[in-house]
Structure formats: structure tokens, C-alpha cells
């Protein structure tokens, strides 16, 4: 049973507007949420993170907001540039509930940017 | 400061050996957790050290072990491999400030391939 899912394995933007990456738990624990954007063959790469006291947390063209009452996240990149064309994933944690050390990554969702 | 390295980046054993991989965490890292990363099951949690004592562990079977050294530095070792390890191990490292574990930093990945 997925306990974080992204259900769109893909998503295809426009240079230049917004990528809005989704992504929801079902494990009401959790209580610390990450973003990290991988490349092939390369180790997932730190994006931006959020804990449940906030609703919104802002690292310049990425912004992840937090709806714990309908347990749902989102990545979005504004402006969107071709060089963030790679595999996002979400990720959870029950940071102060015990589950130290252990993430629970949803599968990724590819985003590709046109020119 | 030097990234999470992992050594070595690529792999290949065949069934029925065994594999020992090397993580060396940020300098001031106390925290190393691994994962393991499948095309089938995405990114999935191994065990995590802290000061080299194992405080949590996914659900993997008794072949997978690993250890911390007092320099933070850790193993993962694999035995008995069959076809189905092959996958990229990740290791990654996190700060651990009054008993809460910070962001974890990821190693770009030892490519195991099991023939």
C-alpha cells in the first residue's frame, strides 16, 4: 500500500510557465515533506522542504504548499526552464514521531520543459 | 564542503556472491541512511545509522546488513546476491539537531548489476 503517491508519471510544460507537480500521503503521521529532483544515473537531489506547522514555504521559482486536511502537496516552478527537465519526487517523514532516518518516496513524476 | 560519496559507482557480481558498498556522509553528519532504487519499486528504505548504532530498518531481508564507523563513514553489505539486487543504492547523510533529523543529502548512487 502506497503511503505517498504521485499519480502523474509524467507532466510536459512550456518554457516559461508554471509546472505544478502533485503529490498525496495517506499517512496522517507524517509531519515533514520534501521534494527532491533527480537526473539518471545521479543520487535525487535536495529541492525544498515543508513541516506541517505551514501551509506554504517559498526557495526562489519553487514554492511547495500543504493541505493537511486533504493530506495533498505540490510542487510548483515558476518560471519553468528546460534545465528542470528530470524526475521529481515527493517525499514524507514522521520527523518527530519516531520514524527517524526513513523517507517514504512516492514513484516520481518526469516533468519535461520545451523550449 | 564535500558531498555524500559513494564508492564504488558502479558494479557488476553475479548470484550467490556478495557486495560490501562504502558511504562517506558530509563532514559534521552523524546520520547515514540507504536506499535502494528499482525501476519497479522506486526508492525504497534500507536502514538508517546514527552514531553506529542501526536505529531503524525497512522491510528488507536478513541479506542486507550494513555498519557506521565511529567516523561516521558506513557499509552496506549485500549476500547471497540474487538477480533482484540489481538496482542503484543510495546512500544519504543528515544532521541531527536536538533528537530531530534534518534534511537528508544524497551520494549519486552505486550502480549494482547482478548477473
Known amino acids: 500500500d502506497q503511503q505517498v503517491k504521485q499519480n502523474s508519471p509524467s507532466l510536459s510544460v512550456q518554457e516559461g510557465r508554471i509546472s505544478i507537480l502533485n503529490c498525496d500521503y495517506t499517512?496522517?503521521?507524517?509531519?515533514?515533506f520534501l521534494w527532491y529532483k533527480k537526473y539518471p544515473a545521479e543520487g535525487p537531489t535536495f529541492l525544498i522542504s515543508i513541516s506541517s506547522i505551514k501551509d506554504k514555504n517559498e526557495d526562489g521559482r519553487f514554492t511547495v504548499f500543504l493541505n493537511k486536511s486533504a493530506k495533498h502537496l505540490s510542487l510548483h516552478i515558476v518560471p519553468s526552464q528546460p534545465g528542470d527537465s528530470a524526475v521529481y519526487f515527493c517525499?514524507?517523514?514522521?520527523?518527530?514521531?519516531?520514524?527517524?532516518?526513513?523517507?517514504?518516496f512516492g514513484k516520481g513524476t518526469k516533468l519535461s520543459v520545451k523550449p | 564542503k564535500a558531498g555524500v560519496t559513494q564508492t564504488p559507482r558502479y558494479l557488476i557480481k553475479t548470484r550467490g556472491q556478495q557486495v560490501t558498498l562504502s558511504c562517506s556522509p558530509i563532514?559534521?553528519?552523524?546520520?547515514v541512511s540507504w536506499y535502494q532504487q528499482t525501476p519497479g519499486q522506486g526508492l525504497q528504505f534500507l536502514f538508517e545509522y546514527f552514531s553506529e548504532t542501526q536505529r531503524n530498518k525497512g522491510n528488507f531481508p536478513g541479506r542486507f546488513s550494513g555498519r557506521q564507523f565511529s567516523n561516521s563513514r558506513s557499509e552496506m553489505n549485500v549476500s547471497t546476491l540474487e538477480l533482484g539486487d540489481s538496482a542503484l543504492y543510495l546512500c544519504a547523510s543528515s544532521l541531527v539537531a536536538g533528537g530531530v533529523l534534518e534534511t537528508q543529502y544524497f551520494g549519486p548512487g552505486t550502480r549494482l548489476l547482478v548477473l
Open positions: 499517512n496522517s503521521m507524517f509531519d515533514y
Open positions: 517525499a514524507a517523514s514522521g520527523r518527530y514521531g519516531g520514524s527517524q532516518g526513513n523517507l517514504i
Open positions: 563532514s559534521g553528519h552523524r546520520s
